[in-house]
């Protein structure tokens, strides 16, 4: 079975791990040689994942089974609607459905024609005059989000990105006359207080099958202080949940991705693919952040290394509308940490040397995904983005950040990790902070 895969990141390494492991043949597109997707695969496509037509017509020729596409800007731009039009079975939502990703306002008008609980509350400009006739009269502390995919860099968040009204209204300006996230306009929602947690799931138009849930680190410094990045790791644990997330909050927030699948559904524009669910687990329950139409990154490689069964038959049987009920994931817990060039998130620096020693991180038990690196004269480069991602898995969190630990001591150069996630005086803390909140102190 061949199997197109489109994306070069580190979540789609862990794709095409998966499906290797299931047998499958990979035909990789990628914008960059991703040296892991690159050894694992038949054959490898070189080009902007936006060249639609091009790659329909590769797979064509390379005579693809199926398609797995990872990132979301080709879904925004119709690829799954065009591979599916040429024949291709294809895991990954229409152009319409990856609105839930692609136009924020949508997501949120959604979920407030259907009912769908965990909204909170929001508003839309796309003129000054209104918005600061808002910020004059509101004393709720906000958060500003472009409409559109800003990398997941666009979200400014009142007490942590900006502190005073004139700062907001800042903002706002400059996403008008940017059009920053595509479009002249904006959402404002409550700033939510709480821990953020991350529920993807498997779907097939009609029902979700959930995966583990993991938490994400999206600050770029320890502390989670710093600019918001990409991601810069993210944990899971044995049980599935995480240790400050209750059984309630996991039901709640599967309920609103469920109705969710339902109102696409009813609307005659049923989503098909992988739904990830951001949320923020408040004293009020949990409230969607945002959705992502495909694997998260890198949440995905928390889940698909401890995938239980076939991962290319359960490909397919997305992509025909007919997911099984379960999905088993082993009871082990992943420590997943992202080696970035030094000054992610602001000024990153590219062209340095990284030096990966494989066969050593393979001996201490962690999993290595390539993300963006170059290579040249047989060494490895940063780029300005992410590197590379170690992932420790074990039978608990502790066992598995330390994993990760070891096996980040085999990567040497000039680069970045955020040492504190999945540690578990970091976790305790934040068992703690969520206690507090949900006492209401
Ligand atoms: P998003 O791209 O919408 O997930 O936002 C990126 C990040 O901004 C989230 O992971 C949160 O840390 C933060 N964020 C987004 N919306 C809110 C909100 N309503 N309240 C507090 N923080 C938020």
Not at 86 to 112: C, D, H, I, Y
Not at 332 to 339: E, G, M, N, P, R
Not at 352 to 373: F, P, T
């Amino acid at each position: 079975m061949k199997v197109l895969v489109v994306g070069g990141g580190g979540r789609e390494h862990a794709v095409v791990e998966a499906l290797r492991r299931s047998g499958a043949e990979i035909l990789a597109v990628m914008p960059n040689q991703n040296p892991g997707i690159r050894r694992a695969s038949k054959d490898v496509l070189i080009g902007e994942l936006t060249a639609i037509d091009r790659i329909a017509s590769w797979a064509k020729g390379q005579g693809a089974d199926l398609a797995v596409i990872g990132p979301e800007l080709p879904l925004e731009n119709g690829i799954a609607d065009a591979l599916e039009a040429a024949g291709f079975p294809t895991v990954g939502p229409s152009r319409e459905a990856s609105q839930l990703e692609t136009n924020k306002e949508f997501t949120r008008e959604l979920m407030r024609q259907h009912r769908i609980p965990g909204l909170p509350q929001f508003w839309a400009f796309d003129r000054m005059s209104a918005f600061e006739a808002f910020v004059n009269d509101s004393d709720v502390e906000f958060v500003i989000k472009p409409l559109g995919l800003t990398g997941g860099k666009g979200v400014r968040v009142w007490g942590d990105h900006f502190s005073t009204k004139a700062e907001a209204l800042a903002y706002g300006r400059e996403i008008l006359e940017k059009q920053i996230g595509g479009t002249a306009r904006f959402l404002v929602e409550e700033k939510l207080v709480g821990e953020e947690f991350s529920l993807q799931a498997f779907c097939d138009g009609r029902s979700l099958v959930p995966m583990p849930l993991a938490q994400d680190h999206k600050r770029a410094y320890e502390g989670d202080k710093g600019p918001n990045t990409g991601g810069m790791g993210s944990y899971s644990d044995a049980d599935h949940l995480l240790p400050f997330v209750t059984r309630d909050d996991y039901e709640r927030a599967f309920e609103t991705m469920t109705k969710t699948v339902d109102a696409m559904f009813a609307r005659d524009t049923p989503f098909k693919g992988i739904l990830y669910g951001g949320f923020m687990a408040t004293c009020d329950g949990p409230k969607l952040l945002e959705y992502n139409v495909r694997f998260a990154d890198p949440e995905s490689m928390n889940v698909l290394p401890i995938l239980e069964g076939d991962f290319l038959d359960l490909c397919m049987r997305l992509a025909d509308g007919n997911t099984p009920a379960n999905v088993k994931f082993y009871r082990k817990a992943t420590v997943c940490k992202y080696v970035v060039p030094m000054g992610y998130g602001s000024h990153p620096k590219a062209g340095e040397q990284l030096k990966v020693d494989e066969e050593s991180i393979r001996r201490v038990g962690a999993k290595l995904y390539y993300a963006s690196v170059e290579a040249k004269g047989g060494h490895l480069y940063t780029t300005t983005s992410r590197s590379l991602a170690v992932v420790g898995i074990a039978a608990d969190l502790e066992a598995a950040e330390s994993i990760s630990e070891e096996a980040l001591a085999f990567v040497a150069g000039s680069f970045y990790a955020r040492r504190d996630i999945g540690k578990s005086e970091v976790v305790a803390r934040k068992v703690e902070r969520m206690q507090k909140i949900r006492e209401g102190s």
